[in-house]
């Protein structure tokens, strides 16, 4: 190649990464962004996952316990029907 060709080879390349450089940076810094809130989100979903599972837990002994109720308030019932 002669000395020309590698000048408008390497104009045209210099060209190019100056075009693109810019747009590639916008482009790296939404990413980033795109991946820091993604990160947010997953951090949420983990501590809403922990307060989901505290939550059926609670509801979980509520149910045993109105259970628990229920066949007392039965026996009592049937208790109270033996004594009339």
């Known amino acids: 190649m002669t000395p020309e060709q590698w000048a408008a080879l390497v104009g045209a390349i210099v060209s190019l990464a100056l075009g693109v450089g810019p747009w590639m940076f ?3 810094a939404k990413l980033a962004v795109i991946v820091s ?4 989100l997953c951090e949420k979903m983990e501590a809403l996952s922990v307060e989901q599972r505290r939550l059926w837990e609670t509801c979980s002994r509520h ?3 109105l259970d628990t109720h229920e066949v007392q308030l039965a026996h009592f019932a049937e208790e109270m ?3 009339e």
């Open 26 to 28: 916008k482009v790296h």
């Open 63 to 65: 149910q045993s316990r």
């Open 81 to 83: 029907r033996r004594g």
């Open 37 to 40: 809130k993604c990160a947010d």
